[in-house]
């Protein structure tokens, strides 16, 4: 039998160490912490259950943390998470998705295991596929009818004949549980006051959906809204019944320019090493390109561009006032530059330099790796956590 080829355990040594095999997801304990508290105490102001999105992290670690009890409850974006979370222990689960037919297998197995796992959807056909579906193994499935509140992604508008259509369609085991909705728009400016106005609205229309669907005979149950920049700055949640959010417990570049979450509290980077130089270009190689970073560009559209991530020190410090960002990548190679500043040199960043480069988006960033590197305030890693890939 050949033995497979291992990294060092990164466990117990200092993210200056070169046995610290880069290119790795880095998360600061006492940044995460942080977050984590400030949702559970803004949900309990708001008088309403958080119900996290572990779709950030997808660690049973964090998730334990972020949650209200070891049970739940959570939300979930596949069904390889749901297993995954399932298996950990979590009973109480909605997959945030709109469910494909041939996928309702795989749920009816996750529920028939224990877990109380409640799907999504937005027209009559997955509603009478969910029915027939039911009917032909004779189980029965939560189901929450997902509303459009501002025309960002999927749903039904609260005001269409349509929603209670879709009601009426789920039978014979397609159980209504409630409504859920996400204030995509909440996303696209830059101004607090938008990001209010959007958390108002998304407010109001679930609530005329779920207030709708009870005149029209219909129990409901659960009445979900969710998004960080509306967790954030919600200032009244009347006829909610929870919230949903996800990317606060991480942070990244996005959600500062929005406005939501401070620059010192952005608690995953990536660590890479400076693998070479181009001079002549004032450029800095690292060990860390897109596929370590993603390709989301998302801060691109927003008032201030970091490239594919903005450049720290070790100590997860960015260097030269923000001023050096990953101004490209390839798909292993990352290309670092001074943004406004004086052009760097081999010298300002010698080869086999590790540092840390903030992400434009925390999710798609730490979705692809192995293990996810927990470290505390001195810079010693902690814990190497497993974290759920796939769909």
Not at 37 to 43: M, N, R, S
Not at 89 to 116: F, N, S, T
Not at 326 to 351: S, Y
Not at 355 to 372: G, S
């Amino acid at each position: 039998m050949t033995n497979r080829l291992r990294r060092a355990d990164p466990v117990g040594r200092l993210l200056t160490d070169p046995e610290v095999a880069t290119p790795a997801f880095v998360i600061d304990d006492a940044k995460l912490q942080v977050n984590l508290d400030f949702a559970k105490e803004k949900a309990a102001r708001l008088g309403v259950t958080l119900r996290p999105h572990l779709k950030t992290h997808k660690s049973i670690e964090i998730a334990r943390r972020q949650m209200l009890s070891p049970e739940g409850p959570a939300t979930v974006s596949t069904l390889a998470e749901a297993r995954y979370f399932a298996e950990n222990g979590v009973k109480d689960l909605i997959y945030a998705v709109g469910i494909a037919p041939q996928k309702l297998a795989d749920v009816a197995a996750i529920r028939e295991a224990g877990c109380d796992l409640k799907i999504i959807l937005d027209n009559v056909a997955a509603a009478k596929a969910v029915s027939a579906f039911c009917t032909k193994r004779g189980v029965t499935i939560p189901v929450l009818i997902e509303v459009d509140c501002d025309g960002h992604r999927s749903g039904v508008r609260p005001e269409s004949e349509l929603l209670i259509e879709i009601a009426r369609a789920l039978t014979d085991g397609a159980e209504l549980a409630g409504v859920l909705t996400h204030a995509g728009a909440s996303y696209d400016v830059e101004n607090l006051a938008v990001i209010r106005r959007a958390a108002a609205n998304e407010r109001d229309g679930i609530v005329t959906a779920a207030n709708r669907l009870r005149e029209a005979g219909f129990e409901v149950r659960i009445v979900s809204i969710g998004s960080t920049p509306t967790m954030t700055h919600a200032e009244d949640e009347t006829g909610v019944t929870e919230i949903r959010a996800g990317v606060y417990a991480l942070g990244d570049l996005f959600m500062m320019n929005l406005g939501v979450v401070p620059m010192d509290r952005i608690a995953g980077t990536v660590l890479c090493t400076v693998i070479g130089h181009q001079p002549e270009k004032g450029q800095v190689i690292v060990d860390a390109g897109w596929m370590a970073m993603s390709r989301d560009r998302g801060t691109a559209r927003q008032h201030c561009d970091f490239g594919y991530g903005l450049v720290c020190d070790v100590d997860g410090r960015p260097l030269r006032g923000c001023d050096i960002r990953m101004t490209g990548a390839n798909q292993e190679h990352g290309i670092i530059e001074a943004a406004a500043g004086d052009r760097l040199k081999p010298e300002d960043l010698p080869v086999g330099t590790h540092l840390r480069i903030m992400p434009n988006h925390a999710c798609p960033t730490a979705a692809p790796y192995e293990k996810l590197l927990l470290v505390n305030e001195e810079g010693r890693v902690t814990a190497a956590l497993d974290h759920v890939r796939g769909w």
